[in-house]
């Protein structure tokens, strides 16, 4: 059974770039056809898919987030990692990995589209 976790720092100053990583146990992220998303969810608000990396490496993101979002991976450690720049306070949320289906947007919480979670990893931007 594939299982995921998060980690990353727990406080981000204003401007810094955040880089959580999810490391994989339990299968691999090169399997075919899996993609692996980072999602989050602001406090009071609902979840917002960022963008995936898919199992033969291609890159995809949620538009409103594109210019300062990436997704890279390290298979030798099977993990995949997000860089989100120019934090702002509106960037604390909860940030979960996930596997699953190739999604984008609010397709990707259909029922089915993603079927692994991390447990998440709070995040707060403050100075």
């Known amino acids: 059974q594939v299982q995921l976790q998060e980690s990353g720092p727990g406080l981000v100053k204003p401007s810094q770039t955040l880089s959580p990583t999810c490391t994989v146990s339990?299968?691999?992220?090169?399997?075919?056809?899996?993609?692996w998303s980072w999602i989050r969810q602001p406090p009071g608000k609902g979840l917002e898919w960022m963008g995936a990396i898919g199992y033969d490496g291609s890159t995809h993101y949620s538009p409103s987030l594109k210019s300062r979002t990436s997704i890279s991976r390290d298979t030798s450690k099977n993990q995949f990692s997000l860089q989100l720049s120019s934090e702002t306070p509106e960037d604390s949320a909860v940030y979960y990995c996930?596997?699953?289906?190739?999604?984008?947007?609010?397709?990707?919480?259909?029922?089915?589209?993603?079927?692994?979670w991390g447990q998440g990893t709070i995040v707060n931007v403050s100075s």
């Open positions: 339990g299968g691999s992220i090169t399997t075919s056809y899996y993609a």
């Open positions: 996930a596997r699953g289906d190739f999604c984008s947007g609010s397709e990707c919480f259909a029922s089915g589209a993603l079927d692994a």
